[in-house]
């Protein structure tokens, strides 16, 4: 029973060396490999500085034409309204339930014509989802015929 604690003893002491060992060789490598230039550091720094910043800009170009793309495009969707507030509404449609929401300032043209329950049209700007966030604008609510 002594020898198989001593053999596991001794098992645990060598693995301890051995990785004592090879974390200071590993530091001393990374040392060594530092050992550059002020010059080659300064180059290495600004190129991708500038890819990167360049890259940022046509990315933000991308993204900002591409919304007013998606903004632009007039969509309608036609259900019951529901939960009308100073900021939002609901519109229950094809058995699933979407949120406009709005800027209190800026009501939606013939929102105040409707009650709950009415069936309505909503033409809006920007993409709807019934789990992500309405990103775009109310036009108008019209009550359907």
Known sequence: MKKK????LSAVAVLA??????????TETAAA???????QQEETKEEP?????E???EESAADKEE???TDAEESTMTGEISDIKD???T??????DYAFSFDNDKKPEGLADVKDGDTVTVTYTGTVDEVDAFDGTVLSVKKAK
Not at 33 to 39: F, N, Q
Not at 49 to 53: D, G, L, P
Not at 91 to 96: P, R, T, Y
Request: positive net charge; charged residues 20%; aromatic residues 8%.
């Open 17 to 26: 060396m051995a990785t004592a060992c090879s974390a200071k060789s590993n």
């Open 5 to 8: 604690y001593l053999a596991i």
């Open 91 to 96: 519109i229950s449609s094809d058995g699933h």
């Open 33 to 39: 490999g530092t050992e550059t230039t002020a010059s």
């Open 49 to 53: 500085q500038k890819e990167t910043k």
């Open 67 to 69: 919304n007013k793309s």
């Open 55 to 57: 890259t940022a800009k």
């Open 87 to 89: 900021f939002m509404f």
